[in-house]
């Protein structure tokens, strides 16, 4: 899988380790009455689960928002997995959607009509990085790309915002995951006030048509915004400094920004609430249980790719007349 990083602070090998789911009027964990087919498919309300074996208690949510301006509140939803979920049920499931994932990657890659653009964002800690090396396991790595977005560059900046991100879309056949995203412009761009108010408030108006130019062109846009607690970010922070091996992944700038957790939720809340439409669904994905989090987002894909229904380019001709030499 290829990886590269866009930004300031990047290079364009990118960090090797990368190689490798409507409240307001919503309950905790379900999805709303109208939903698109992918967010259908998500919830494992189609064609994921067939009747002949009946998988136990593996709860059917991202919460997928697909209605903009519909009122949402974040903290309506549960960032904790469902209880009575065993390990080994998710497990399984999970590597079902992996092997879904693979096959039907597969065949996008091979009919090179359309794509699929997966957008991961999280608070620090929450999990980009882990659900890539999980839910992309089996991927083949010619079809898929990794681009992990820091700040900008002087030469990004004097573009408009959405530059860096358009050059990065996947091209034809492609599965492209972006580890932070074009939502950074109204996230952290918002709550440090990078720009004025008149210029992030413009940006959800211009990532809806950037979003729905994409999907006219064939780009299939899947947005996770994986969901902890401020409790949960502690624990992981914790761990960072506890363990040697993860001293690396702790910075002292998260700890600023975790200072500012609220306004990042009210940020989140509004880039969800204002940017959610049927073409280009969030998803909400209870990120607290790791495990849980990788098979939401895997049943999410899963569901996603098999709705787009890619098929292989036609063979050529009579082949069962063809004879190869000795
Ligand atoms: P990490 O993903 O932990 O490597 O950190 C990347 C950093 O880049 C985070 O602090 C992001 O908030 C920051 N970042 C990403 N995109 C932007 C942007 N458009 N403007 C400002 N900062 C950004
Ligand atoms: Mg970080």
Redesign the pocket.
């Known amino acids: 899988m290829a990886t590269g990083s866009s930004?300031r602070?990047g290079t364009d090998d990118g960090d090797p380790a990368r190689g490798a789911a409507p409240a307001g009027r919503t309950r905790r964990t379900t999805a709303p009455r109208s939903r698109a087919p992918a967010a259908r498919a998500a919830a494992g309300t189609r064609g994921t689960r067939s009747r002949a074996r009946p998988k136990a208690k593996v709860a059917p949510t991202a919460h997928a928002h697909t209605a903009p301006d519909e009122p949402f509140r974040l903290v309506d939803i549960e960032p904790g997995r469902p209880d009575g979920l065993k390990k080994k049920a998710i497990a399984e499931e999970l590597a079902r959607h992996r092997g879904r994932i693979a096959a039907l990657q597969a065949r996008l890659y091979a009919e090179q009509r359309r794509s699929l653009l997966i957008v991961l964002q999280a608070m620090?800690t929450g999990g980009?990085d882990g659900t890539i090396k999980h839910v992309f396991q089996g991927v083949n790595p010619q079809g898929c790309q990794v681009w992990?977005?820091?700040?900008?560059s002087v030469e990004e900046l004097a573009h408009d915002?959405l530059w860096r991100y358009h050059a990065k879309v996947p091209t034809k056949g492609m599965i492209t995951i972006f580890?932070?995203s074009h939502y950074?412009?109204v996230?952290?761009?918002r709550v440090?006030q990078?720009v004025p108010e008149e210029v992030w408030a413009a940006r959800y108006d211009a990532i809806n048509q950037f979003e729905l130019a994409l999907t006219q062109a064939g780009v299939t846009v899947l947005k996770f915004f994986l969901h902890i607690s401020k409790d949960e970010q502690k624990r992981r922070l914790e761990r960072r400094l506890d363990n040697p091996d993860k001293n690396w992944k702790f910075?002292r700038?998260?700890l600023a920004?975790r200072k500012r957790w609220d306004d990042y939720q009210v940020a989140y809340q509004d880039a969800i609430m204002r940017c959610s439409t049927p073409h280009a669904p969030w998803y909400v994905v209870p990120s607290n249980s790791r495990r849980y989090r990788n098979l939401v987002v895997a049943r999410a894909i899963a569901g996603a790719l098999e709705a787009m229904q890619p098929q292989f380019p036609p063979a050529e001709s009579s082949l069962g007349r063809v004879h190869v030499d000795d």
Do not use: C, I, T, Y
């Open positions: 930004g602070s620090d980009k992990s977005f820091k700040q900008p915002f580890n932070r950074e412009d996230l952290v761009v440090r990078l910075s700038a998260d920004e």
